[in-house]
C-alpha cells in the first residue's frame, strides 16, 4: 500500500462516518489522527511496507508517546486507528491479521465500519431466503433485497401502503416518510424490482387475511410487519446462512452506502439517498499535531 492509497482509504474512511451521521466535530478529529498516521507512514522508510501492518501501527505509537503525548491523546489516537484498521482488514486492505489489534481496546464512538457486509455476504443472505416456507421466502427476499438496493430505513420499510408505491417513465418509486416526518420518494432500482413484483403477485396474495390491510410487508397473521419482526426475520436467514451475528437492519444500509461509494458516487447525493441530511465537506489542509 502506498501513502497515496492509505490517503485515499482514510478519506473513504470519514466518508462513511459522514454516511453515518458522526457530528462534524467528531469527523474532524478523526481527521487529524488518521492523517497523522498517513504522514508517519509516508516519511518512516524504515517502517514503509506493502500494507499497513501491526509493525508500522506500533511504531507510530512509540512515537507519539517519545514525542510527549499525553496518556489520553494516545488512547484516544489508538481507539481511532482500531477502528480504521478493521475498515482496512474488512475490505483486505491490511495484512492477514488486524494490524490494531495489540493495540489497547477503547471504546469507539463509530462502530459502522466494522458493520459492513461484502457483496458474497449479502449474496449468500439471498440465496438463503429460498430455504423458508413459501410465500414467506419471496417475501423475505424483497424486503432484504429492497434495504440492499435502495438503503431504506427499516422503519420507512415496515411502514410503506401498497398505494406508496408508483410507476413512472424512469421506472418504480416508493413515497414513505422519513426521519422528522419528511416525505421522500426513493427510486427502486432494476435490480430491486423483480423480487418485489414476485412478491406482490403471488406471495403476498396469499398472506393477507382481510382486504382493509394496505401494508406493503405483512406477517403470517396477514397483518403489518413490526419492525422487531424484520429484525428476527433477517437475524435468522444470516444465522442459518452461516453469517455473523453482526447482521442486523443497519449491516445492509451501511453496506449499500460502501458499495455507492466505492463506485464514485458523491458522498452528497448518498447522503440524501439515505434520508440523511448533509453536512459540510471534509476540510483539507495541514495536519495538526
Same mark, same amino acid.
Given at each position: 500500500?502506498?501513502?497515496?492509497?492509505?490517503?485515499?482509504?482514510?478519506?473513504?474512511?470519514?466518508?462513511?462516518?459522514?454516511?453515518?451521521?458522526?457530528?462534524?466535530?467528531?469527523?474532524?478529529?478523526?481527521?487529524?489522527? !488518521?492523517? *497523522?498516521?498517513? @504522514?508517519?507512514?509516508?516519511?518512516? #522508510? =524504515? $517502517?514503509? %511496507? +506493502?500494507?499497513?501492518?501491526?509493525?508500522?501501527?506500533?511504531?507510530?505509537?512509540?512515537?507519539?508517546?517519545?514525542?510527549?503525548?499525553?496518556?489520553?491523546?494516545?488512547?484516544?489516537?489508538?481507539?481511532?486507528?482500531?477502528?480504521?484498521?478493521?475498515?482496512?482488514?474488512?475490505?483486505?486492505?491490511?495484512?492477514?491479521?488486524?494490524?490494531?489489534?495489540?493495540?489497547?481496546?477503547?471504546?469507539?464512538?463509530?462502530?459502522?465500519?466494522?458493520?459492513?457486509?461484502?457483496?458474497?455476504?449479502?449474496?449468500?443472505? !439471498?440465496? *438463503?431466503?429460498? @430455504?423458508?416456507?413459501?410465500?414467506? #421466502? =419471496? $417475501?423475505? %427476499? +424483497?424486503?432484504?433485497?429492497?434495504?440492499?438496493?435502495?438503503?431504506?430505513?427499516?422503519?420507512?420499510?415496515?411502514?410503506?401502503?401498497?398505494?406508496?408505491?408508483?410507476?413512472?417513465?424512469?421506472?418504480?418509486?416508493?413515497?414513505?416518510?422519513?426521519?422528522?416526518?419528511?416525505?421522500?420518494?426513493?427510486?427502486?432500482?432494476?435490480?430491486?424490482?423483480?423480487?418485489?413484483?414476485?412478491?406482490?403477485?403471488?406471495?403476498?396474495?396469499?398472506?393477507?387475511?382481510?382486504?382493509?390491510?394496505?401494508?406493503?410487508?405483512?406477517?403470517?397473521?396477514?397483518?403489518?410487519?413490526?419492525?422487531?419482526?424484520?429484525?428476527?426475520?433477517?437475524?435468522?436467514?444470516?444465522?442459518?446462512?452461516?453469517?455473523?451475528?453482526?447482521?442486523?437492519?443497519?449491516?445492509?444500509?451501511?453496506?449499500?452506502?460502501?458499495?455507492?461509494?466505492?463506485?464514485?458516487?458523491?458522498?452528497?447525493?448518498?447522503?440524501?439517498?439515505?434520508?440523511?441530511?448533509?453536512?459540510?465537506?471534509?476540510?483539507?489542509?495541514?495536519?495538526?499535531?
Amino acid at each position: 500500500m502506498t501513502s497515496a492509497t492509505l490517503y485515499n482509504r482514510v478519506e473513504e474512511f470519514l466518508a462513511v462516518l459522514q454516511v453515518e451521521g458522526a457530528s462534524a466535530s467528531t469527523v474532524s478529529a478523526y481527521q487529524n489522527d !488518521l492523517r *497523522q498516521l498517513t @504522514a508517519f507512514f509516508e516519511t518512516d #522508510a =524504515k $517502517r514503509r %511496507r +506493502a500494507r499497513l501492518d501491526a509493525v508500522t501501527v506500533q511504531s507510530f505509537v512509540g512515537d507519539l508517546r517519545k514525542r510527549g503525548y499525553a496518556h489520553a491523546s494516545i488512547a484516544r489516537k489508538s481507539s481511532v486507528i482500531r477502528s480504521f484498521s478493521a475498515f482496512l482488514h474488512a475490505d483486505k486492505h491490511t495484512t492477514a491479521s488486524n494490524p490494531a489489534t495489540r493495540l489497547h481496546a477503547q471504546t469507539t464512538s463509530v462502530k459502522a465500519t466494522r458493520n459492513v457486509a461484502s457483496a458474497d455476504e449479502i449474496d449468500r443472505l !439471498l440465496k *438463503q431466503t429460498v @430455504a423458508h416456507p413459501y410465500p414467506l #421466502a =419471496k $417475501r423475505d %427476499r +424483497a424486503m432484504i433485497e429492497l434495504i440492499c438496493t435502495t438503503g431504506i430505513r427499516v422503519t420507512e420499510l415496515v411502514s410503506v401502503k401498497v398505494t406508496d408505491l408508483t410507476h413512472d417513465r424512469r421506472g418504480w418509486n416508493i413515497h414513505c416518510q422519513g426521519k422528522g416526518a419528511k416525505d421522500r420518494v426513493i427510486q427502486i432500482p432494476n435490480r430491486g424490482v423483480t423480487s418485489l413484483i414476485d412478491y406482490l403477485a403471488d406471495a403476498r396474495p396469499m398472506l393477507v387475511r382481510n382486504e382493509t390491510e394496505h401494508a406493503l410487508f405483512v406477517n403470517h397473521f396477514g397483518g403489518r410487519l413490526t419492525r422487531q419482526g424484520f429484525w428476527l426475520i433477517l437475524s435468522a436467514h444470516a444465522r442459518e446462512a452461516g453469517l455473523t451475528s453482526r447482521f442486523n437492519p443497519v449491516t445492509l444500509r451501511r453496506s449499500f452506502a460502501a458499495r455507492m461509494m466505492g463506485d464514485g458516487i458523491p458522498l452528497p447525493h448518498i447522503q440524501r439517498i439515505l434520508g440523511h441530511a448533509t453536512q459540510p465537506q471534509l476540510r483539507s489542509g495541514p495536519i495538526k499535531s
